[in-house]
């Protein structure tokens, strides 16, 4: 069964670099077709799509974010990462790492059938 | 960005009610919406996709339907385990958005 886990630090001081990793179990992020999203949530708000990468290293990103956001690929750990430069806080969130597996493949990203268990990131001075 | 807008943002129903929760996209996404369920304190739980299709081990009680801008997720016979935040998601083109949510409480 495939499974996800975020892992950074939980507490950042505003004008910081965010950097947080994706540890995939089960399941390879450099075989087949899925794309490998990262999605955020503010404390109490409804869930931000923050961008994708593909096994090829290929990415796209939420234009919301401007270019603060970086993504890239472990392919030797199984893992995927998100660099946000430049937090405030409006940054903090907890923020899931998911897989959507492509079943069309002419969408970059259909459903999210796996998510990690979140992890809260907060940006106080 | 399509935007998605949920209907109502809050509801709450006794315990046997069909409850139905809508969600309409600020424009036409064909079939490419999906639900999900989540709890407090976890990640979003895929219900349906593609507008209509259950998703892997989801209970047959959740009915997704609609097309084009309007959809409607629907359970059948409200249980205690459905208390929770509904969201709807479309995929038709980037940036992949979401509604704001819609939070189900047993009445």
């Known amino acids: 069964q495939l499974q996800l886990r975020e892992s950074g630090p939980g507490l950042l001081k505003p004008s910081q670099t965010l950097s947080l990793n994706c540890a995939v179990s089960g399941g390879s992020i450099i075989r087949g077709g899925a794309s490998w999203s990262w999605v955020r949530q503010a404390p109490g708000k409804g869930l931000e799509w923050m961008g994708y990468i593909y096994h090829s290293g290929v990415t796209r990103y939420n234009p919301s974010l401007g270019n603060r956001v970086t993504f890239s690929l472990d392919r030797s750990q199984n893992q995927f990462s998100l660099t946000l430069t430049s937090v405030t806080a409006a940054d903090t969130a907890v923020y899931y790492c998911a897989r959507s597996p492509r079943v069309a493949l002419i969408y970059a990203v259909d459903w999210f059938d796996a998510w990690g268990q979140g992890l809260l990131v907060t940006v106080s001075s | 960005d399509i935007q998605m807008t949920q209907s109502p943002s809050s509801l709450a129903a006794s315990l046997g009610d069909r409850v139905t929760i809508t969600c309409q996209a600020s424009s036409a996404i064909s079939n490419d919406l999906n639900w999900y369920q989540q709890k407090p304190g976890k990640a979003p739980k895929l219900l349906i996709h593609?507008?209509?299709n259950l998703g892997a081990g989801v209970f047959s009680g959740f009915i997704g339907s609609g097309s084009g801008t309007e959809f409607t997720l629907t359970i059948k016979s409200l249980e205690p385990d459905d208390v929770g935040t509904y969201y709807c998601q479309q995929f038709h083109s980037l940036p992949i958005t979401f509604g704001q949510g819609t939070r189900l409480e047993i009445k």
């Open positions: 593609d507008a209509s």
